[in-house]
């Protein structure tokens, strides 16, 4: 790395709490290097506290852009002078441009999804999707989905004090798509059986089954599942939640978050350099799939 430091470097990073775990600073500076982009990117552990002082800071700076994660994305959107149409719906943002101190913040995860589907071979444009959650990557998910062209989303969430807000997204997302989207008690079993039924995908969007509680799953009727029925989850730790191998056994197609995590990437790579990340050597490097 520091042999490829220069005058003329471009610094773009992450900003979250915490950091140190990511692979985003390996993904984007083996593009760079790969493309032979005089780009670098670092991780910084910034939470809540001190987002709005980092942020003045990285414009001073110059920087491209940077990414950002829990818990920072929410209040992100406060700090940026324009939102993409996904970001100003969901009113978060994970990744920054930075145009000569004009920071415009797009939200990338929705993307990711979407092309982690198309790379598992599923086009879901104008397909009923069930996604389960009303958290950060579920409602990216369901924004981008909308956006993407999907004909109808059922959406579950436990009942609780957010609840409220949840539907006000959903409404949202109902006056500026043509998706028809519908907020649903997860503890409403008939309801979510009739969804299910109805839909040609089922998501997890929630953190249900992620490592170490991998014995958790919000699926327990099986005969929810069908052989034409996609199944994926947000989770790629493991790799298969046990929602992914009772949807294999059951003869579902399936596919895991890990992608997801790539493409994300990819399109803020994007994003910041104009050029496409080289996704194949990524996955060969850093996946190991």
């Known amino acids: 790395m520091k042999s490829r430091i220069t005058g003329h470097t471009v610094l773009t990073g992450l900003l979250g709490s915490p950091v140190a775990h990511s692979i985003s600073p390996m993904m984007h500076n083996e593009s760079f290097h790969q493309l032979g982009l005089d780009y670098a990117y670092l991780a910084f552990d910034v939470g809540t506290e001190n987002l709005k002082t980092a942020v003045e800071g990285l414009k001073v700076l110059g920087v491209r852009g940077f990414n950002l994660t829990m818990p920072d994305k929410n209040l992100m959107a406060e700090y940026?002078?324009?939102?993409?149409?996904?970001?100003?719906?969901?009113?978060?943002?994970?990744?920054?441009?930075?145009?000569?101190?004009?920071?415009?913040?797009?939200?990338?995860?929705?993307?990711?999804?979407?092309?982690?589907?198309?790379?598992?071979?599923?086009?879901?444009?104008?397909?009923?999707?069930?996604?389960?959650?009303?958290?950060?990557?579920?409602?990216?998910?369901?924004?981008?989905?909308?956006?993407?062209?999907?004909?109808?989303?059922?959406?579950?969430?436990?009942?609780?004090?957010?609840?409220?807000?949840?539907?006000?997204?959903?409404?949202?997302?109902?006056?500026?798509?043509?998706?028809?989207?519908?907020?649903?008690?997860?503890?409403?079993?008939?309801?979510?059986?009739?969804?299910?039924?109805?839909?040609?995908?089922?998501?997890?969007?929630?953190?249900?089954?992620?490592?170490p509680n991998t014995d958790g799953c919000l699926i327990t009727d099986m005969s929810m599942f069908r052989p034409d029925l996609i199944v994926s989850d947000v989770i790629y730790n493991p790799e298969e939640t046990k929602l992914l191998r009772l949807a294999r056994e059951h003869g579902c197609r399936t596919f895991n978050g890990l992608y997801m995590l790539l493409y994300q990437g990819a399109a803020a790579f994007t994003l910041w350099t104009g050029k496409e990340m080289p996704v194949d050597i990524i996955k060969e490097k850093y996946f190991n799939r």
């Open 80 to 211: 940026c002078d324009k939102l993409s149409p996904a970001a100003e719906i969901i009113g978060a943002v994970n990744t920054v441009v930075n145009d000569n101190g004009i920071l415009t913040g797009h939200t990338t995860d929705g993307i990711g999804y979407m092309q982690a589907a198309k790379d598992a071979g599923f086009d879901l444009t104008g397909k009923t999707m069930t996604l389960l959650g009303g958290g950060g990557a579920a409602t990216a998910i369901c924004v981008q989905a909308a956006l993407d062209g999907l004909k109808e989303i059922h959406v579950f969430n436990i009942k609780d004090q957010f609840f409220p807000r949840l539907q006000a997204l959903v409404d949202k997302i109902n006056d500026r798509t043509n998706c028809k989207v519908t907020l649903n008690d997860l503890a409403d079993t008939s309801a979510l059986k009739t969804a299910v039924g109805n839909s040609h995908i089922l998501t997890n969007g929630t953190s249900v089954g992620m490592s």
